[in-house]
């Protein structure tokens, strides 16, 4: 069954609700001294667990998403958890060390009585709070939403919860920013140890600050710099160079039903420019043999323009036993053209089905908030790239036009194809799955995912729909990885004829190889079904011995078309593969 969207949303809130009624009891049974918070570590401790595991229990969710597991090993937990601590308290130490100097604070007055306090204060607030919020909480809602808006949704609830303990709804602020920085932490580090050091510091920073009595200014770079300091260890333990998986335990690892790779008859992006020209039908019959052969695929999605190319394509992929999707482009086409030209598709993808049962898709389309007119203002595919960035707060207005769109492309296919549906949506774009066969995102590494690679894939297993990675890969040249599907934004287009690739990017095939690995590494422990690699040949990115026209370093593709200079065209079937495409062939190969 499809898991209604709301449903996480609900369970934060209800789990909220109940830990807000075990925190206001506890409250009740003892004050803050340290018999007060002995006898509310005693209840709230207890009490808190078994209302976390209830709900494992009644939403299925392993105990591995409250963040309290140790997947790289029990030293590295530690080791967060150590350096979280270290870094707040080092902030409180270097605000505190400078208040007395300069003579914002008085000398600490620390009695037994409040060193006592530090681990009651632990187990009765930090571990009961962080569990639920930064544990259960944050991971509901990473089932719905991706990334700081987890973090965001889940503060609130924090901030709220913490209004009713404390009885003073007046500064909801202080809380939230608390709960923000933690939920930050938690999403970085991927666990919750490196959260309970920097929570741990923050309670001895405060007892400790309570003792100097620090005057305003000084409070406020308190609260301030530990929170930085914290941010920044964080990031150290995790640069944002790592490799993929975002910090989450990896699944059972199963391999891919579909594993596929792209395969391009024909597109244009631009008035004047044609990825295949000219049209072999053996050539291509040749290519879609490597890609079964000698790459082991065992599907294939075929995109374009031309829906007779598409078809043609599509026979003789189905001839070497490769599942095919069909995915129809139409650039800058009005929504209209789109539905009438999937019509049109659907038609014959249904022939197709029919002599070959259960192995033929349709894809609906691809990034359409891009690929459309109508959805974000602008006239062309570069401008609306440029309004979705300029625009992106208004995402919500866009994906309520997209859904739309997709509701016309979906009722426009069913009545006339038989076969599952799917859709190549961007990571930006909020996609209502309940119309769809299966998930589909075009999920690349890039400097604003990586972190998330996992969180990104697990919120959309909540539709209870395989998940089809729809296009993923990389571009061949230093700081390609970080670039991730904008790879080819180093392309110069002012000229058609003369393109040239901006200076300063070194061809690098081993960057594309290896992030092509690091993903499948990924998709074959997230439980996804398919993956498809973008793409076989890029025809019109050209290899050159001239850097700064060679157009291949920015393609997606495996393999390298001829130089200009060489008088040879892809189109005729000319290409080397590149270390990408071996990578793959190993990858592919095995079981």
């Known amino acids: 069954m499809t898991d209604p969207p709301s449903r996480p949303l609900v369970t934060a809130v209800l789990v909220t609700s109940a830990a807000t009624i075990i925190a206001l009891g506890a409250a009740a049974l003892g004050d803050d001294g340290t018999t007060g918070l002995a006898v509310r570590a005693l209840v709230s401790l207890p009490a808190t667990a078994l209302l976390v595991w209830a709900a494992l229990r009644v939403t299925g969710t392993p105990f591995s998403a409250l963040g309290l597991t140790a997947p790289d090993g029990a030293p590295a937990a530690l080791t967060s958890a150590v350096a979280g601590l270290a870094a707040v308290l080092a902030g409180a130490a270097l605000v505190l060390g400078g208040a007395l100097l300069l003579g914002g604070a008085t000398a600490p007055t620390m009695t037994a009585s409040l060193w006592l306090a530090i681990p009651l204060l632990v187990l009765a607030v930090v571990l009961p709070e962080e569990a639920v919020f930064r544990g259960h909480v944050q991971h509901a809602l ?24 404390q009885g003073d709804a007046r500064n909801l602020a202080m809380p939230f920013l608390l709960g923000f920085l933690l939920g930050y932490l938690r999403l970085r580090s991927g666990a919750l140890w490196n959260v309970l050091g920097v929570r741990t510091g923050l309670v001895v920073a405060g007892i400790v ?28 333990l995790r640069p944002a160079t790592g490799a993929a998986g975002g910090g989450l335990e990896p699944l059972p690892r199963h391999p891919l039903s579909q594993k596929g ?3 391009d008859v024909g597109s244009s992006y631009l008035p004047g420019q044609h990825s295949r020209e000219r049209w072999r039908p053996d050539v291509v019959a040749e290519e879609i043999r490597v890609i079964a052969e000698e790459l082991r695929c065992t599907a294939v999605t075929v995109f374009g323009h031309d829906l007779g190319r598409l078809e043609e394509a599509t026979r003789l992929a189905l001839a070497r036993g490769l599942f095919v999707w069909v995915q129809p482009r139409l650039v800058d ?26 192995r033929v898709g349709l894809n609906v389309g691809c990034e359409l908030t891009l690929f459309a007119r109508g959805i974000i203002p602008g006239r062309s595919f570069g401008g609306r790239t440029v309004a979705l960035g300029a625009l992106y707060p208004l995402r919500p207005l866009f994906d309520g036009r997209l ?16 076969g599952p549906l799917t859709y190549g949506s961007g990571s930006w774009e909020g996609v209502d799955w309940s119309p769809f066969d299966m998930v589909g995102v075009d999920h690349y590494l890039d400097i604003t ?107 997606f593709g495996i393999v390298r078309p001829p130089s200009l200079e060489s008088g040879l065209s892809p189109d005729d079937g000319h290409w080397e593969p590149k270390e990408a495409f071996h990578a793959l062939a190993r990858r592919y190969a095995s079981p």
Not at 210 to 221: L, N, R
Not at 334 to 342: A, G, K, N, P
């Open 403 to 418: 859904n739309r769109l997709l509701r016309r492309l979906v009722d426009t296919a069913r009545p006339r194809f038989s």
């Open 261 to 263: 790779v792209l395969y």
């Open 142 to 165: 990473g089932l719905r939403w991706r990334g700081l808006s987890v973090a965001a949704g889940q503060a609130a609830l924090f901030a709220l919860s913490t209004a009713v303990v």
């Open 449 to 555: 995912t990586r972190g998330d690679e996992r969180g990104g894939l697990r919120t959309l297993r909540r539709w209870g729909k395989p998940i089809l990675v729809t296009e993923f890969g990389c571009c061949a040249y230093e700081g390609a990885r970080e670039a991730g599907g904008s790879g080819a934004d180093i392309l110069d287009w002012r000229d058609l004829d003369d393109r040239k690739v901006r200076p300063g990017y070194v061809r690098d095939e081993r960057v594309q190889a290896d992030v092509i690995e690091e993903l499948l590494d990924v998709y074959e422990t997230e439980d996804v079904h398919g993956a498809f690699v973008c793409m076989f040949i890029e025809g019109d990115c050209r290899y050159s011995p001239d850097p700064d026209r060679d157009l291949d370093k920015a393609s």
């Open 333 to 358: 086409g009005s929504q209209d053209e789109i539905v009438e030209r999937l019509e049109r598709a659907a038609v014959f993808c249904e022939r197709l089905r029919a002599e070959h049962p259960d």
């Open 209 to 236: 600050a309570t003792g100097t009595d620090p005057s305003p200014g000084w409070e406020i770079a308190l609260a301030v710099v530990p929170g930085l300091a914290a941010v920044g260890v964080v990031h150290l």
